[in-house]
C-alpha cells in the first residue's frame, strides 16, 4: 500500500465528479426531473459506480472504475420534450443492451462493427452544441465566464486533467464572491433514493435509448478498455459489460442513467504514478468506491450548491469539460478519409436538432451516416463489376 494509490483514487473521482457533475444536472433538468428525483439520480449513480468499481477491482485484481457516461448526459440533455418517466424506460432498455452486449457474443460484435468514425462523428454532432454554449454565456456574463476560460487554457498547459477541477473551484469561488451566485444550504443533508416508475414511449426509446446506449458503448466502454489495454492489462470484456449493465439497469428505476467503464478517470489510475507495481494497482478500486459512496451521501447538499450557481457557470463548467471529448471525437470522425463524408453528414444531422416521429437527431445522424456509407460502398462495387 501506497499513499500514492489513495491520491490517485481521490484525484479520478473528484474530476469525474466535479468536472461533469453540472452536465449530470443539465440532463435532469431536460427531462423534467423533480429536485428530489435529480438528487436520486445522482445518489443511485454514485452508489452503481461505487459498487460496480469495488466489485470488478476486487474480483479481477485489475485497476477496473466506472464512470457514469458523460457523453451520454449530453445527450439527454440536449432531447426535449421527454417526461423523467419516460427517461426511465429509456435508460433501462440502454442498461438491458449492455447486458445482452456482455452476455451474447455476435451482439457486442454488431456494435463494435460500427465504423469507428460513423460513432464519433455522432457523438462530435452532440457534444459541439455544448462546447458552443461556453461562448454564448461568455456574451451573457463576460465578467464570470471570460475569466475562466483563461484559467482553463493556463492550468491545460501544465496538466490537462486539472484544468476542469480548477475552472470548478476558481468557478465557485468568483460566483460566491462576486455575488453571481444565490443562497447557500444551511447543512449538510442525506440523500434520499426516490422509486420512478418506467413509461415505455417507442419514440423515446428508439430517440435516447438507443443512442445511448451506442454513445455509452462508443465513446466510454470501448476507450475504457483501451485505456486498461494500454497499461499492460487483459480486461475481462464480457463480464465488466455484464456487470455495469445490471447496476445501470437497477439504478435506473431511481432516475439514474447509465454506468460504464470510466476512460480519463481510469487513466489516472493506471500508470505507474499510482503505483510501480502493476500487479498493486487494483488497491485503487476500493478507495474509488469509497469516494463514490460520499458522493452518494451527500449528493443532495452537493446538487443545492450548485443549483445556487448561475446557469452560465454551469454551461460553462459542462462545455469547458467536454472540449476534449469533442477534440477526441472530432478527430476519430475525420481520421479515415474514405470514411470523412458519412462522417460530416452524421456530425451535421445529429448537430441540427433534428426530430422527426418524435426521435432526436443522434438517431438520425447515425442512420443518415450509416446510410451514406452504404451507398459509398454499393458504388465503388458497381465501379469495380464494370
Not at 428508439?206 to 486498461?228: D, E, K
Not at 428505476?253 to 470510466?262: E, R
Not at 478507495?287 to 447538499?301: E, P, V
Request: glycine share 10%; proline share 7%; charged share 10%.
Amino acid at each position: 500500500m501506497r499513499l500514492s494509490i489513495v491520491t490517485s483514487a481521490v484525484v479520478a473521482a473528484l474530476v469525474g465528479f466535479g468536472s461533469t457533475i453540472a452536465i449530470i444536472i443539465a440532463a435532469a433538468r431536460a427531462v423534467g426531473a423533480s429536485p428530489d428525483q435529480t438528487t436520486s439520480w445522482v445518489a443511485a449513480i454514485c452508489l452503481s459506480m461505487a459498487f460496480s468499481s469495488l466489485v470488478l477491482s476486487t474480483r479481477y485484481r485489475l485497476p477496473v472504475v466506472t464512470a457514469w457516461s458523460t457523453p451520454g448526459a449530453a445527450l439527454i440533455a440536449a432531447s426535449n420534450g421527454i417526461s423523467i418517466q419516460a427517461a426511465v424506460g429509456a435508460f433501462l432498455l440502454a442498461g438491458a443492451l449492455i447486458v445482452l452486449a456482455g452476455l451474447i457474443k455476435p451482439f457486442g460484435r454488431l456494435i463494435e462493427g460500427i465504423p469507428g468514425p460513423i460513432a464519433a462523428a455522432m457523438l462530435a454532432g452532440i457534444l459541439i452544441r455544448f462546447v458552443m454554449a461556453v461562448f454564448e454565456s461568455a456574451g451573457a456574463q463576460p465578467g464570470l465566464v471570460l475569466p475562466l476560460v483563461g484559467i482553463f487554457l493556463a492550468v491545460r498547459l501544465a496538466s490537462p486533467s486539472l484544468a476542469v477541477l480548477a475552472v470548478l473551484f476558481s468557478g465557485f469561488a468568483l460566483a460566491f464572491g462576486a455575488g453571481f451566485a444565490g443562497p447557500l444550504p444551511s447543512g449538510l443533508d442525506l440523500s434520499t433514493l426516490v422509486l420512478i416508475p418506467p413509461v415505455f414511449e417507442p419514440a423515446v426509446l428508439i430517440g435516447l435509448g438507443l443512442p445511448l446506449f451506442l454513445v455509452t458503448m462508443a465513446s466510454q466502454n470501448l476507450p475504457g478498455f483501451a485505456v486498461l489495454r494500454a497499461s499492460g492489462y487483459n480486461p475481462p470484456t464480457r463480464p465488466i459489460l455484464t456487470v455495469t449493465g445490471l447496476v445501470s439497469v437497477a439504478s435506473a428505476f431511481f432516475g439514474a442513467s447509465t454506468s460504464n467503464l470510466a476512460a480519463i478517470s481510469a487513466a489516472i489510475c493506471t500508470g505507474p504514478d499510482t503505483h510501480p507495481d502493476p500487479g498493486k494497482r487494483w488497491l485503487v478500486g476500493p478507495f474509488y468506491a469509497g469516494c463514490y459512496l460520499l458522493f452518494a451521501a451527500f449528493g443532495g447538499s452537493l446538487i443545492a450548491v450548485i443549483a445556487a450557481l448561475p446557469p452560465e457557470l454551469i454551461k460553462t463548467i459542462a462545455g469547458l469539460a467536454l472540449i476534449g471529448s469533442f477534440t477526441g471525437a472530432l478527430t476519430s470522425a475525420l481520421a479515415v478519409e474514405n470514411l470523412r463524408f458519412p462522417a460530416v453528414l452524421t456530425l451535421a444531422v445529429t448537430a441540427s436538432g433534428l426530430t422527426l416521429l418524435g426521435i432526436g437527431s443522434a438517431f438520425w445522424g447515425l442512420a443518415a451516416g450509416l446510410l451514406a456509407l452504404g451507398l459509398d460502398r454499393l458504388a465503388a462495387r458497381l465501379r469495380r463489376r464494370g
